[in-house]
Structure formats: C-alpha cells, structure tokens
C-alpha cells in the first residue's frame, strides 16, 4: 500500500534496498548498474528505481539529507514494504589523517547528539550500532573483490560539518575513546529505526573532504565518483541471501 511519501506498491520494493542520499545518484545506479529496472517512486523527487543484478532484486531509493528524511523512508521502508535489509551508501567527512578521497569507511557504532531517539522512542540514546551479520558480509565481501575498508565509529551531524564554526570543540564532546573517523547525516536514525523495528542496517560511506586535506571533490564527482562503493554493496547483496 502507498505511503505518503512513496506511491510504490508493495510488490514494487526489494527486501533489499541500498539507500543514497541523492536521487540523482539513485537515477544513476539504476542506470548504470542494474538490469530491467523500473522507476518505482517519484514522490518530491525522492527516486527509486527496482531492478536486476545479477539475478537478485535490488532497490535503490533516495533518502534525502538528514536524520529525519532518512527516518521517515526507512520506516516506511521497513515497515510498510517488508524490507530486511537496507545500507546507506554515501559520502563522508574524514577525520583521520590516514584516510584519503575517496577511501569506504564501514561503519561500527554511530554517535549522534541529535534527539532523534527521544523524539520517536522517548529514548535518551545517541549511539547505535549496525548489523553485525551485515557488516561481515559487507567485510568479506570486501576483501573478496578486493575494495578495501576502514571500519569505525563515525558521528551522525544535524549540519554540514564542514560549516560548523568550530569542528574540533565538536568532537571533543564526544567520548575520547571512541574512535571517530568520519562524519555524516543520516546513519543514526536508520541504524536506531531498523533496531526498533527488528530488521538490519549498514553504511558504506566514501571520503568526500577532510579535516586533513584541503581539496574538496566536486558536485559532479560526488554524483559519480563513487563507483566502488556502489560495486562493493551490490556485490555484498548477492551474499545476503542467507541473512533472515
């Protein structure tokens, strides 16, 4: 049945979703990744497209920017459409020095400030962790193709890091032993909604800009740039199978 913010019908929607940001990124992996595929939704321009790869159904919808955007597709998702499974796939800040452009971080625990969780659950939680079956998968699968991985801790932002005033006070509220390596916007709340809801998450992020580096990638190469990301979780995908 038709959400609100998503007019697929219910058949229309893989257990398996990978879940960008943007959807014109959306709009290109279906285009250049998948087979047979179909715009299914189109609700405020938030695409997702079903289609075949390898033999698998896979979706790839937009969630748009931030935690509530994330929070209502992937509830949604989840609970309306019977999805088991969705990965975040987008771009990150860096925080460690060793970590180049373009480098895949997978994330362990998301730290968050938001009230997200108190907000939906009256839940004071502001860290939550992914799938560890899932994260194994996406790690193995990894090593197998041969894309490497960063593992960590990443923190989830109400804003742009790279537009806070001071990013350093930022992350000094945050517990000394966490190993932080990146930031973005909307792991938080799916890691917590597919932990309320009894189902999986992960997220696969690339490098985009750094608090080390001084080159920024551009709009473009945000959009396109990330194509081993993108390979690496759909080729985790054909390995999910076993996961129920």
């Known amino acids: 049945?038709?959400?609100?913010?998503?007019?697929?019908?219910?058949g229309d929607i893989s257990n398996i979703v990978l879940m960008p940001g943007d959807p014109l990124r959306a709009k290109y992996i279906a285009e250049n990744f998948l087979n047979d595929y179909k715009l299914v939704n189109q609700v405020r321009g938030m695409y997702a497209y079903t289609g075949n790869y390898k033999g698998i159904n896979i979706t790839v919808m937009a969630s748009g920017m931030g935690m509530p955007s994330m929070g209502i597709y992937c509830y949604e998702l989840y609970k309306f459409y019977d999805v088991d499974l969705i990965i975040r796939?987008?771009?990150?800040?860096?925080?460690?020095?060793?970590?180049?452009?373009?480098?895949?971080?997978?994330?362990?625990?998301?730290y968050s400030e938001s009230n997200f969780a108190l907000t939906f659950n009256n839940d004071d939680c502001h860290v939550v962790s992914a799938n560890s079956d899932a994260n194994k998968i996406?790690?193995?699968?990894?090593?197998?193709?041969?894309?490497?991985?960063?593992?960590?801790?990443?923190?989830c932002t109400d804003c742009f890091d790279l537009y806070m005033s001071d990013v350093d006070k930022f992350l000094d509220r945050f517990p000394k032993n966490s190993n932080i390596i990146g930031a973005e916007m909307e792991a938080f709340s799916l890691f917590y909604i597919a932990n309320y809801l009894n189902k999986k998450a992960a997220c696969l992020m690339s490098v985009v800009d750094s608090k080390h580096i001084s080159r920024q990638v551009s709009a473009s190469?945000?959009?396109?740039?990330?194509?081993?990301?993108?390979?690496?979780?759909?080729?985790?995908?054909?390995?999910?199978?076993?996961?129920?």
Request: hydrophobic share 35%; glycine share 6%.
């Open 1 to 10: 049945m038709p959400t609100p913010h998503n007019e697929a019908k219910k």
């Open 89 to 110: 796939i987008g771009s990150c800040g860096g925080y460690k020095e060793d970590l180049n452009l373009f480098d895949i971080i997978l994330t362990e625990n998301v």
């Open 138 to 155: 996406i790690f193995d699968t990894s090593k197998q193709i041969n894309i490497p991985v960063v593992c960590g801790n990443t923190i």
């Open 221 to 244: 190469e945000r959009q396109t740039g990330l194509n081993n990301m993108i390979l690496l979780a759909l080729e985790s995908c054909l390995n999910f199978k076993e996961l129920k």
